[in-house]
């Protein structure tokens, strides 16, 4: 499949990355002859074959619903970029 | 001194209650061996040798009272593995000096056991690469033969115990990082059952192939770390509920009558005659055991690494997509608004491989392409795992190569991304279908080691380990050391 720098730009603004021009043409010829190998699995047949998405079956884990402390918001921010005394600071969302 | 770093993690823990070897003694034999091996290597992204030396001494009093065979046991944990208050940054930039506010499960169960961490390992940036050439922090190089790459994406966790620098280490296998880096380096690694150990602490690359296991220098070795990380933990959905800590006492090397399967498909085109004569030589090796060995079909491995990459990509697309600048880590230093904040932080904090990935993970994830790519992977998974059934069915092991060549040379292998990800053939089939599946020094190669894999069926770690101690019981790969003279 021929993979052109404007899909390589569409799925680079779904992925919140901005590749600099120069690297797109690149980018766009690495994935191409990628998604190209992945096109192997079109001669598999697979008509019928329930998607896998675990190998074991899953079961809803349930737990009794208790009342336990949350994580301390202080040690939560002191990892944080930018902060105040209670929250993450981000540039203005919403006008 | 140096024979202490040439013992085994049991043979260490042994004679630590006997009281002939303190804990304090190892762990200072651990760094001063670290301190001369690390400026050519690399194997650290963070050391901790003060924490190591205090715990080392609060550790010694309660030796008598010991219930884990590796109790004072220096060792090292892989930088995607969360350490409370100690830097875990997945070797990316995107992380900055994240210090986790709690710890992985298997860092409370180490703990538990009584091991002394040495420090932070380093890998591929978020365990992206087959080579530990993506770390921000620079390659490390293969004890063996510095201009090589030690593999990856475990490869600081693979090398560091190559280099006697720790006893053991905890690494992540994705898609064979823990089993191909211990072939590279000449170490004996197992990925166990996906959900026999908790993931809950590892940073997520591909959720549903992810799996934590040791790196160390036997079998037995192990065995005996598995014993003390595998159960159930509730904080990990995925966990399974089956009865742990006890593969190292099953441990007896009797393979006689044990069934061991080698795919044709997996000695062909690709791989190199060196490697794939050691692999033979092992068969021949577990037959003289009592072993019955023979060559099966096994006819879908060409559809392994495009399943892989698929499913491996799409879950890192969505998994990644939490680094953003705000909660924690690195923060592009200018940005105009949100969005460019996120794109800002996203674009020069994540490495060329992680770009990739999550590209192509977003690709075959989005509208239009989602049945084609990732659907159309998840029935394949469904085959593969058929296939690895009807298998098992016949044999009780599989023997494969871990890789098709020995440890490339640094700088060869980042230039084709399709060529690097094509030598993860042997390695990606037991993470789709969630089995154990171990790596085992089996020869050498103008000095530097090859691997043997041994796969076995689900919860199947106990077979899988007593066939490679039965290997190492007759066999001395395992023992050699970069150190020694007695290898070229």
Known sequence: MKITEELVDYVSTLSRLRLPQEEKAKMAGELEQIVTYMDTLNTLDTD???????????????????????????????????????????????? | MKELLELSALELGAAIRAGDVSIAEATQTA???????????????????????????????????????????????KDNICTKG?????????????????????????AEAGAVSLGKLNMDEFAMGSTTETSFYGPTRNPWDTSRVPGG????????????????????????????????????????????????????????????????????????????????????????????????????????????????????EGLEPQVADAVKATAAVLEARGARVET?????????????????????????SRYDGVKYGWRAPEYEDLTDLYCRTRTEGFGSEVKRRILLGTFVLSSGYYDAYYKKALQVKALIKEAFDRAFEQYDLLLTPVSPTTAPKLGESLSEALKMYLSDIYTVPANLAGLPALSMPCGFDGGVPIGAQLIGPALGEAAVLNAAHAFQLDTDYHRRSPYGKEVK
Not at chain 1, 77 to 82: I, V
Not at chain 2, 60 to 71: D, I, M, R
Not at chain 2, 87 to 106: E, M, N, Q, R
Not at chain 2, 240 to 245: E, K, M, N
Request: aromatic share 6%; charged share 20%; net charge neutral.
């Open chain 2, 86 to 110: 100690v830097k875990t940054c997945c070797a990316s930039k995107i992380l900055g000096d994240f210090a986790p506010p709690y710890d992985a499960a298997v860092t409370e169960r180490m």
């Open chain 2, 296 to 320: 099966f079909s096994f006819p879908l491995m060409k559809y392994m690494v495009p399943t892989y990459y698929i499913i491996a990509c799409a879950e890192a697309s969505s998994n990644l």
């Open chain 1, 48 to 95: 019928g074959v329930e998607p896998m998405s675990h190998t074991f079956p899953l079961k809803n884990v349930l737990r009794a619903d208790e009342v336990v402390p949350s994580a301390d918001r202080e040690v939560l921010l002191s990892g944080a970029p930018d902060r105040d005394e209670e929250t993450f600071r981000v540039p203005k969302a919403v006008e």
């Open chain 2, 153 to 268: 994406s475990s490869g600081g966790a693979a090398a560091a115990v190559a280099a006697r620098a720790c006893w053991f280490a905890l690494g992540s296998d994705t898609g064979g990082s823990i089993r191909q880096p211990a072939s590279f380096c000449g170490v004996t690694g197992i990925k166990p059952t996906y959900g026999s150990v908790s993931r809950y602490g590892l940073i997520a690359y591909a959720s549903s192939l992810d799996q934590i296991g040791p790196l160390a220098r036997t079998a037995a070795d192990c065995a005996a770390v598995l014993d003390a990380i595998q159960g159930r933990d509730r904080r990990d959905a995925t966990s399974l509920d089956v009865p742990a800590g006890s593969l190292l006492s099953r441990l007896t090397g009797d393979i006689r009558g044990m069934k061991i399967g080698l795919p044709s498909q997996c000695f062909g």
């Open chain 2, 31 to 77: 760094l001063d061996a670290m301190a001369e091996r690390e400026p050519s290597l690399n194997c650290f992204i963070t050391a901790a040798g003060e924490q190591a030396m205090a715990r080392a001494q609060a550790l010694q009093a309660g030796v008598k009272e010991a219930k884990s065979p590796l109790y004072g046991v220096p060792m090292a944990i």
